[in-house]
């Protein structure tokens, strides 16, 4: 099997093979390094085949005997004939390649049934948002008096817990750091206090707005303690 398959690869492509050369081109086939060495060796002693060294190095190809000696003109036909049939393989590949992109391309892109389903998520979006913009246009209440109250008691309870840790704070700082060198925002830094001002927010400023807006409101709430 081996020797069939060395002779035929030698013979179809009619040029020279080291060894490995026919291993690289029969790995398909299954035909390992040594039964490839044992068929060149056989086919080179019965005569089939050509054995040429150059030095350490061999090269086995067909023989020649018998084989039609092309004219001149002939071979400049064969070789424009070659070189024509080349480019038309490039071009076929390139084709080929940029077939495959637009595969891609599709393969990537949503189906029908997909790109119809997006298009309801995004209507029933849009319906929702079209509704929601009539009832601000309107000028009706989107918050009720229950969900307003709610919400403001959250923001008063919020606000009582931040003010009570600001002043438990405060007080042990203003104690332990009295003996302290260097500036006061240096050393929070270093010991990873959070302050107001760094978070950009103020008590005041916060408390302020809520009173404001509740001002609006239709009953004033209570003033959160100081």
């Not at 069939?4 to 492509?13: D, G, M, P």
């Not at 393989?89 to 390649?97: D, E, M, N, T, V």
Request: glycine share 6%; net charge positive; aromatic share 6%.
């Amino acid at each position: 099997m081996a020797e069939a398959a060395v002779f035929n690869l030698i013979k179809t492509h009619n040029k020279p093979f080291g060894v490995q050369g026919l291993v690289d081109n029969l790995q398909t086939a299954g035909i390992k390094k040594a039964a490839v060495q044992k068929a060149v060796d056989a086919l080179s002693d019965s005569g089939k085949i050509t054995c040429k060294e150059f030095g350490k190095t061999k090269l086995y190809l067909p023989k020649q005997d018998g084989l039609e000696v092309l004219s001149k003109e002939d071979m400049e036909a064969r070789k424009a004939e070659q070189k024509q049939l080349l480019e038309a393989l490039q071009a076929a590949h390139k084709a080929a390649r940029e077939a495959e992109a637009e595969l891609r391309s599709w393969n990537n892109s949503m189906s029908v049934e997909e790109m119809r389903a997006k298009v309801a998520a995004l209507t029933q979006q849009r319906d929702a948002q079209a509704t929601k913009l009539s009832g601000l246009r309107s000028g009706a209440k989107l918050v009720s008096a229950d969900e307003r109250r709610a919400a403001e008691a959250g923001f008063r309870a919020a606000m009582e817990v931040w003010r009570k840790r600001r002043g438990v704070f405060r007080g042990i700082w203003d104690t332990i750091s009295e003996s302290m060198e260097g500036k006061q925002s240096d050393l929070f830094e270093e010991i990873g206090v959070d302050t107001d001002e760094a978070a950009g927010v103020t008590y005041a400023e916060l408390e302020s707005r809520f009173l404001s807006a509740a001002a609006r409101g239709v009953k004033r709430p209570r003033s959160i303690k100081q």
